[in-house]
């Protein structure tokens, strides 16, 4: 719905970050190895670069807002084979030569960027044998079949004055047909839904994160007051829905 410019811890507290079962669904097809080097393009705060620590040794997170480096930085202090970078899709050829990159993850961030030229680039920059893969760690709050986010989608149109929800999710069908059209023609999809309880705090969170700088303290007030309805114990019951397009070359 909007940029993540100075929204980076709001943004770390209450995103979804990526289960385990992904990372081993990547290391079981051999995209991601010990050796491997690795960039998350796009990275937000790092979910997707943690994950990929944990098992290859190079992880390079980049991404063009200051703050969500500045953030990362600090939650991935962690893992010291994570360098952060600040820069967007238009500025990976300038940082990464011929074949240099096994594996580029792109979590809830492609539909943000120049596909055709960002895939033209890939295409040099990853190795014969790497992989592109895009992710999404959940379907968006305010699109989900649920009342609550039938609520939230109410009250944002309210705000907002527009409907501005169907915009700023990722859209996997297109997604996926770039993909086919691009050097990485050979798509898989792997699919990942579980149950959360989720609180109304974290709802609200990705909501301002989401759309920075749209959603002031009493329209989040108005959020708030719209789930409120629904909510057991303080949390609403969520279907979270991980979904990974793994795309590769043809092998001859």
């Not at 895009?134 to 609550?148: F, G």
């Not at 527009?162 to 990485?184: C, Q």
Request: glycine fraction near 8%; hydrophobic fraction near 40%; aromatic fraction near 6%.
């Amino acid at each position: 719905m909007g940029s993540f410019d100075g929204v980076a811890d709001v943004y770390h507290e209450s995103r979804h970050g990526y289960p385990d079962e992904l990372r081993n669904h990547l290391v079981e097809i051999g995209t991601l190895w010990p050796n491997a080097s690795v960039l998350d393009l796009g990275a937000g705060t790092g979910q997707l670069a943690r994950l990929a620590a944990e098992v290859a040794a190079s992880v390079v997170a980049m991404d063009p807002e200051p703050d969500m480096v500045r953030v990362g930085q600090r939650v991935t202090a962690e893992h010291p084979g994570i360098r952060w970078i600040t820069g967007d899709d238009g500025d990976v050829g300038n940082f990464f030569g011929p074949s240099s990159l096994d594996l580029v993850l792109i979590g809830n961030a492609f539909h943000h960027m120049d596909q055709a030229s960002l895939l033209t680039t890939l295409d040099s920059v990853v190795g014969p044998n790497g992989a592109v893969v895009v992710c999404s760690s959940s379907i968006p709050v305010w699109l989900q079949e649920t009342e609550w986010s039938e609520a939230l989608r109410t009250t944002l149109s309210d705000l907002l004055g527009r409907r501005p929800y169907a915009s700023g999710a990722p859209r996997h069908e297109s997604d996926t047909k770039m993909l086919l059209a691009s050097p990485f023609p050979n798509v898989s999809e792997w699919i990942l839904e579980r149950p959360r309880r989720r609180s109304v705090d974290s709802i609200v969170g990705e909501l301002i994160s989401s759309a920075s700088g749209a959603i002031d303290e009493p329209g989040a007030r108005l959020l708030r007051h719209a789930i409120d309805p629904h909510m057991t114990d303080g949390t609403v019951q969520e279907i979270v829905t991980t979904r990974a397009v793994i795309a590769r070359r043809k092998q001859h």
